[in-house]
């Protein structure tokens, strides 16, 4: 998602490139999550983070220790829809307790079947999976609004389709909420396909995809969305709730018009 954004910036003339801001949080304000660890596992922690001194934190991140070069990265950061956080379950010391993110049968929904309901609220509203497992939420209510918005985009004149997509980032973390649930944060990729209605009819990339289409116009445009998702999930069979997401476009490509495609 990082690179991804230096990608789209190196596509624009100069000009129209904005001046690089660097993200920070305050850290007075930063409130950490480090769950007690056994022997063998993977070294991590969440954090809830505001951009700005005294205010409620607005994003959720995991740092993880990476174990070929033993250094911290953050892999992960999510938008927060609410700044009221999840109650996650603290012992004596202040220890937060990980819990199974993936094939977990003690919580209502493992990570596995949120990313499916994520997706399906993308490709199909929600109408299957994502109606099911959430509750209705500003986050879940983004995610099914950008795929009716996408019905009625270009009219009669094209489409534009939602599809999940093979997801390199499979790893997702956990942690034990006071209601015996979990905060559970992982992610998914999918895809958005624009294509015209008929020949005739062209598709014009915007300055943003320059870095990938080259102002090329297209038939059809496949673009593929990166993205960090967080849920709290229940401990008994109850709909769990979408908190935020975050997307980055990583990738677009599709084939030029006739006419362009002869003049290559």
């Known amino acids: 998602m990082s690179v991804s954004d230096y990608t789209e910036t190196e596509g624009l003339p100069a000009k129209d490139r904005e001046p690089y801001e660097r993200w920070s949080y305050d850290l007075a304000s930063a409130k950490l999550y480090i769950p007690r660890l056994a022997d063998g596992q993977g070294r991590w922690f969440a954090a809830a983070l505001s951009s700005e001194k005294g205010k409620a934190p607005s994003r959720l991140a995991v740092f993880a220790e990476q174990p070929h070069h033993k250094r911290w990265e953050m892999v992960s950061v999510v938008d927060l829809d609410s700044q009221k956080l999840p109650d996650v379950a ?3 010391e202040g220890y937060a307790t990980a819990v199974t993110a993936n094939d977990n049968k003690q919580l209502a929904a493992d990570a596995d079947l949120l990313r ?3 997706l399906d609220n993308f490709t199909t509203g929600g109408t299957n999976t994502g109606s099911k497992v959430f509750a209705p939420t500003k986050a879940s ?12 985009r270009f009219g009669d004149k ?3 389709v939602f599809d999940g997509a093979d997801n390199r980032f499979t790893d997702a ?3 034990k909420t006071v209601d ?3 905060l559970v944060l992982f992610s998914h990729t ?3 396909t624009d294509a015209v209605a008929h020949s005739g009819l062209q598709i014009n990339p915007g300055k943003e995809d320059r870095a990938w289409l080259h102002d090329v116009p297209r038939m059809s445009i496949q673009y593929t969305f990166v993205c960090n998702d967080a849920a709290t999930v229940p401990a008994k069979a109850e709909p769990s709730r979408l908190i935020g997401y975050t997307c980055a476009r990583t990738d677009a490509s599709g084939p030029p018009v006739p006419s362009w495609s002869h003049r290559a």
């Open 141 to 152: 209510k983004r995610q099914v609004k950008v795929n009716g918005d996408a019905a009625t």
């Open 116 to 118: 499916t309901a994520v």
């Open 190 to 192: 999918h895809t958005q």
């Open 90 to 92: 603290l012992d004596r």
């Open 173 to 175: 973390y956990a942690l």
């Open 158 to 160: 094209g489409t534009s």
């Open 180 to 182: 015996g649930g979990a």
